[in-house]
């Protein structure tokens, strides 16, 4: 991860703790999403995870609406191709960062590094959600939130306890 991320670089594998924060469901793609973002408070300078970027339209409504830092990942070269051809405006270039991934929840981020993280449509291509997890609580600042947005899976898919926050 580019500079912009304030030392996200380093694993820290034997820090843990459980995500002390509310975990928002939908299945409203987008909409839902702004929503709840509007009321967790984003504000500048805050690091942004979003899991299953796409095109990146919600990286980019995050910058220019908050001025936070977002990170959006992406699985496929298509859609990471989309999302970074779509990055057009200088004035939330510095603030943006799309990367793509074959497996997100291997990804080497520094413990507690993001305010919030989203995921987005992405349990079918995960190869280890258990481990995805685990690492989102590793991830996660103590005051942050984690939205999870999946239209085609229920909540006895997930990690057990984590979404009754």
């Given at each position: 991860?580019?500079?912009?991320?304030?030392?996200?670089?380093?694993?820290?594998?034997?820090?843990?703790?459980?995500?002390?924060?509310?975990?928002?469901?939908?299945?409203?793609?987008?909409?839902?999403?702004?929503?709840?973002l509007?009321?967790?408070?984003?504000?500048?300078?805050?690091q942004?995870?979003?899991?299953?970027?796409?095109?990146?339209?919600?990286?980019?409504?995050?910058?220019?609406?908050?001025?936070?830092?977002?990170?959006?990942?992406?699985?496929?070269?298509?859609?990471?191709?989309?999302?970074v051809?779509?990055?057009?405006?200088?004035?939330?270039?510095?603030?943006?960062?799309?990367?793509?991934?074959?497996?997100?929840?291997?990804?080497?981020?520094?413990?507690?590094?993001?305010?919030?993280?989203?995921?987005?449509?992405?349990?079918?291509?995960?190869?280890?959600?258990?481990?995805?997890?685990?690492?989102?609580?590793?991830?996660?600042?103590?005051?942050?939130?984690?939205?999870?947005?999946?239209?085609?899976?229920?909540?006895?898919?997930?990690?057990?306890?984590?979404?009754?926050?």
């Amino acid at each position: 991860m580019g500079g912009m991320w304030g030392g996200c670089n380093s694993w820290q594998p034997n820090k843990t703790r459980e995500i002390r924060t509310k975990l928002y469901l939908s299945k409203k793609i987008y909409d839902g999403d702004q929503k709840a973002l509007s009321k967790v408070g984003v504000v500048a300078g805050w690091q942004v995870l979003v899991v299953g970027c796409g095109t990146g339209a919600l990286v980019f409504h995050i910058a220019s609406t908050y001025g936070a830092d977002v990170l959006g990942v992406n699985f496929t070269m298509k859609d990471f191709n989309a999302a970074v051809f779509h990055q057009c405006s200088p004035d939330i270039a510095s603030l943006i960062l799309f990367e793509m991934t074959v497996a997100v929840e291997e990804a080497d981020n520094e413990a507690e590094c993001f305010d919030v993280i989203l995921i987005q449509e992405t349990q079918v291509m995960m190869k280890d959600t258990t481990k995805l997890f685990a690492n989102i609580q590793k991830w996660l600042k103590p005051s942050g939130d984690v939205f999870l947005v999946e239209q085609n899976s229920c909540p006895d898919h997930l990690p057990s306890g984590l979404y009754d926050r």
